[in-house]
Every structure is written in structure tokens, then in C-alpha cells.
């Protein structure tokens, strides 16, 4: 009997709760940048939630997917950040 189900589990679930609590920081942040960096940690915790359903699964194909869901989240910050400074994206 192997034990990484198991582990696997107890890490999605505490994923989870992390990605509830990044949640709330988003709706009730105090500031855009508290705002800014809970949407970037719950891009990223959604990353790590697929990384284990794709081992969970034994399906490499989510990890494409993952990957995805990666650079949109770093695109996004990108552009955020850049807008709540300047005003603007694109020059």
C-alpha cells in the first residue's frame, strides 16, 4: 500500500484552503496591492492544484494545462502591476 494517495490528498486540500483564503484577500484587501499579489498567489496555488491532480491522475496532459494557467498568471500580474503604476500598458 502506498502512501502518496494519501499525501496527495491532505496537499490538495490544504491548496484549497489556501487558495479560499487568497480568495477572501481579494475580495476584502485593504489596498490594490494586497489585491494584486492575492490574485498572483492564487494563480499560483492553481497551479500547484493541477500539478497534483495531474499526478493524482496519472495524466500528463494537465500538466500542459498547468503550464498554461503559469504563464497567464505572470502575464497578468505583469500587466496589473503595470497598469495600477502608470496608468497604462502598452506605451
Known sequence: MSILPYALGIGMVA?????F???VRLVMGP???DRLLALDTLFLNATCLMV???IYWANSSVFEE???VAMLGFVST???ARYFTTG???D
Do not use: E, K, Y
Open 21 to 23: 483564503l487568497c480568495l
Open 78 to 80: 505583469a500587466a496589473l
Open 88 to 90: 497604462h500598458v502598452v
Open 66 to 68: 498547468a503550464l498554461l
Open 31 to 33: 489596498s490594490i496591492v
Open 52 to 54: 497534483f491532480l495531474g
Open 15 to 19: 491548496i484549497t484552503i489556501s487558495m
